[in-house]
């Protein structure tokens, strides 16, 4: 079945260092959606990307879509104690409805 | 405020017993998810309905898992019977569209089958 891989699984950075996580799906997607987790809460949207090589930015967040529309990132840029949490990417697989969450990458920051 | 709302936020249960999750999606959302969360799996999904129609059940087990639809306003997971490896974080999100939009997800329920 489609699988959705997430790279690092853990992150422990010192505040004020930059972040980036790695999504790679096994099939083409036709989006990627960014949410985040924080310890004991559930997962929220932040972002939903949708042409192929699509650049977005939200403050100190980039994400990016690659062009083959398989792989994603997340870039965090001087990281702050509130951006603790887990990051998943998810994605519905071309002509399905489902949505497939990748394993999430839990960052850490150390103030 | 629209929110999705899960009942219970905890439950804790003997093996053996039966156990009904509760999800009221975000009025006029088509689109409703079932998920489980672990720490060795992540967030599997389970199933999802559009419109009410179950469309994909494959990553629940059949033989004790079952979503339904009553109407648009509920859905629920039931397992019977329950056993100690469900324990897990169940959580519900609805949505427009079929994955193309955004999904607005429950505070979920903390099961723990003892």
């Known amino acids: 079945g489609q699988q959705v891989m997430q790279i690092p699984q853990y992150q422990h950075v010192q505040e004020g260092e930059d972040f980036t996580t790695y999504c790679n799906s096994s099939?083409?997607?036709?989006?990627i959606q960014w949410y985040k987790q924080r310890p004991g809460g559930h997962p929220v949207f932040l972002i939903q990307?949708?042409?192929?090589?699509e650049v977005k930015k939200q403050k100190r967040l980039t994400f990016q879509f690659g062009e083959a529309k398989k792989n994603s990132s997340l870039h965090i840029t001087a990281t702050q104690t509130t951006d603790v949490g887990t990051y998943f990417c998810?994605?519905?697989?071309?002509?399905?409805?489902?949505?497939?969450f990748g394993q999430g990458t839990t960052l850490q920051v150390k103030p | 405020d629209a929110r999705v709302t899960q009942t219970p936020r905890h439950k804790v249960t003997e093996m053996g017993q039966e156990v009904t999750m509760r999800c009221q999606p975000i009025?006029?959302?088509?689109?409703v998810f079932w998920y489980r969360q672990t720490m060795m799996q992540g967030l599997e999904l389970l199933a999802y309905?559009?419109?009410?129609?179950?469309?994909?059940d494959s990553g629940m087990p059949k033989d004790r898992f079952s979503a339904e639809m009553p109407d648009a306003t509920l859905a629920t997971l039931k397992i019977q019977p329950s056993e100690p490896r469900d324990s897990a974080v169940y959580f519900c999100?609805?949505?427009?569209?079929?994955?193309?939009?955004?999904?607005?997800f429950g505070q979920g329920t903390r099961l723990t089958v003892v």
């Open positions: 999100a609805s949505g427009l569209g079929t994955g193309s939009t955004e999904a607005f």
């Open positions: 099939t083409t997607l036709s989006n």
């Open positions: 990307l949708v042409k192929s090589g």
């Open positions: 998810a994605g519905p697989p071309s002509n399905t409805g489902k949505l497939i």
């Open positions: 009025l006029g959302h088509n689109t």
């Open positions: 309905f559009r419109n009410r129609a179950p469309l994909d």
